[in-house]
């Protein structure tokens, strides 16, 4: 992959992380971020010097963005011994009197690959993130496993441990469950999001140095939830495509009134390496089509959907009649398909009250409407040019329809956490699409002011043209002749047209 800007530039500062200029060896401190290009032919060596004697854990840790990177205890990595991926991190359980750690760090790629890495130390009371892990391939484990999907993300850790002194025992993970065994500890799971719009590895190399440490955790992230030792220790959120977002727990016990914080992991929830559908350009084009031309048609009806009243019923009958085959075809067929209130994950809850707010409104506007169908027509039609600027730019503002449609598609997308960042782009389009409602709304008010409510219903004019032809005799209608003779008049008429045309002149013999 080519080099960025920034990465040439970081390029020139590494001479500063080397020590004594030596190739190879990158000198660390405690606490401290440092940016490094990796490379797969030659491992970095990564030193940390002089740790204090009440330090009894180090966590090591390595993010790149797209890339993984291994890190490791050995020069020649070992599945037992080693992390690989994006977000990777290992625990020193430091001897008694030691004050040296090493690590090697390479990419996997022929490329140059830049990351970030950092040092974090804990005392003896502090948990130890991952402790207790028996899923994984480390002994201890303090990294957190993210896999995504279209629909939605889950991410999964290993339980900690109890904190312990330098040469000591670690405590029995499960020796019980009383308040004296990890049993009391609890899991704090936090999310940030990444600037929208911005894919750059600077921003997420910067940004991820505010959800590494406790206390920027605390300060920058919002805690989504808290699990206790009974919880799994999964949890799953809605997938935001093209949006960057950090996902990290930190592990808390109450009875020292300690914490100490897992690997940061991020996600895009897409993929820079492919070449349709990837993370710079998340819409297909026919996609983008199809939303531009209702975006079109939405516009149109936003102005002008009561004026033409069977526009706007074709426009608002299209919506209901492709969502409800669109639901019907994914979940009878197989085909594919390209409220963070714990009390909203029942299904019955959740479409009782999603029924009683969307009826809310006809029956509060049921003596007016009128008024009711220019609303609906001036909120749904520039709700429409929202969706179209959504296949270019990203916005949080299509996750209205978009994650309404996954709890209707995926039997299991109410367990997901569905926060989406409000951003600068949002408040935009929430602006635009405030402007164009409220627009459209005015516009028809004014204009429909002094016209009739609503036109005829088209059964009520079919039966009083009915009538009228049977009791007006003088009507030039009334005389209309049946269906039968219409049809065979109809095909006389056809059949004329298939007729040669009869030559000019004289038809008939000379007498004589």
């Known amino acids: 992959m080519p080099f960025s800007l920034s990465s040439l530039v970081l390029l020139g500062l590494l001479g500063v992380l080397r020590h004594g200029g030596a190739s190879g060896l990158l000198e660390l401190s405690l606490g401290k971020f440092r940016n490094v290009l990796l490379n797969q032919t030659n491992p970095e ?26 890190i490791s205890f ?4 070992s599945v037992n011994s080693s992390g690989t991926g994006v977000d990777r991190g290992l625990v020193s359980i430091l001897r008694p009197q030691q004050s040296v750690c090493t690590w090697y760090l390479r990419s996997l790629v022929a490329s140059q690959v830049l990351s970030t890495a950092i040092s974090i130390p804990y005392m003896e009371k502090d948990p130890i993130p991952g402790g207790c892990n028996l899923e994984f391939d480390l002994e201890v484990d303090p990294n957190i496993y993210l ?11 290993a339980p900690a441990n109890l904190g312990y002194t330098r040469g000591a025992n670690p405590p029995s993970c499960d020796s019980g469950t009383g308040q004296n065994s990890r049993w009391r500890l609890h899991y704090d799971v936090y999310r ?11 921003v997420l190399m910067s940004h991820i140095q505010k959800m590494s440490e ?13 699990l206790t030792t009974d919880d799994k220790t999964n949890v799953y959120f809605s997938s935001l495509p093209g949006q960057g977002v950090i996902y990290n727990v930190i592990v808390w016990d109450p009875l020292w009134n300690t914490s100490a914080a897992y690997i940061p992991v991020h996600t895009y929830a897409c993929s820079f390496a492919d070449l349709v559908d990837n993370c710079s350009s998340l819409s297909k084009l026919s996609t983008k089509v199809f939303f531009t031309a209702l975006a079109v048609l939405g516009l149109f009806t936003c102005f002008f959907g009561h004026r033409f009243w069977k526009i706007d019923l074709v426009f608002m009958g299209f919506i209901f009649t492709a969502f409800f085959f669109f639901v019907f075809i994914t979940r009878v067929t197989g085909l594919g398909y390209d409220r963070d209130y714990r009390v909203f994950r029942d299904d019955v809850v959740f479409w009782v009250t ?7 409104i006809p029956v509060l506007f049921a003596d007016c409407p009128r008024i009711l169908n220019i609303l609906a027509s001036g909120i749904v039609g520039s709700y429409a040019v929202i969706l179209a600027i959504a296949c270019y730019v990203y916005t949080s503002l299509a996750y209205i329809t978009l994650d309404l449609l996954r709890r209707v598609l995926n039997d299991y997308f109410s367990r997901a ?31 429909e002011r002094s016209e009739v409510p609503f036109p005829p219903h088209p059964y009520l004019t079919w039966k009083r043209e009915r009538e009228r032809r049977s009791t007006n005799v003088l009507d030039p209608s009334h005389h209309i002749p049946p269906l039968r003779e219409r049809i065979h008049n109809k095909l006389l008429h056809i059949k004329e047209c298939f007729q040669k045309e009869q030559p000019a002149g004289e038809r008939t013999p000379l007498l004589l």
């Open 192 to 202: 940030y999001f990444l600037p929208e719009n911005d894919l750059s590895e600077m």
């Open 45 to 70: 060596e990564a030193v940390i010097r002089n740790i204090a004697s009440n330090v009894t854990v180090v966590i090591f840790q390595v993010h790149s963005q797209q890339s993984d990177v291994v």
């Open 74 to 77: 050995d020069k020649n990595p």
């Open 354 to 360: 999603f029924s009683s707010v969307a009826l809310m």
């Open 214 to 226: 406790v206390q920027s955790i605390k300060a920058n992230g919002v805690k989504m939830l808290t």
């Open 417 to 447: 956490y569905t926060n989406v960042p409000f951003q600068t782009n949002d408040f935009i389009m929430l602006s635009v699409w405030t402007m164009l409602a409220l627009s459209g709304v005015t516009v028809q008010l004014r204009r």
């Open 147 to 157: 896999d995504y999907t279209l629909v939605d993300i889950n991410i999964m850790f």
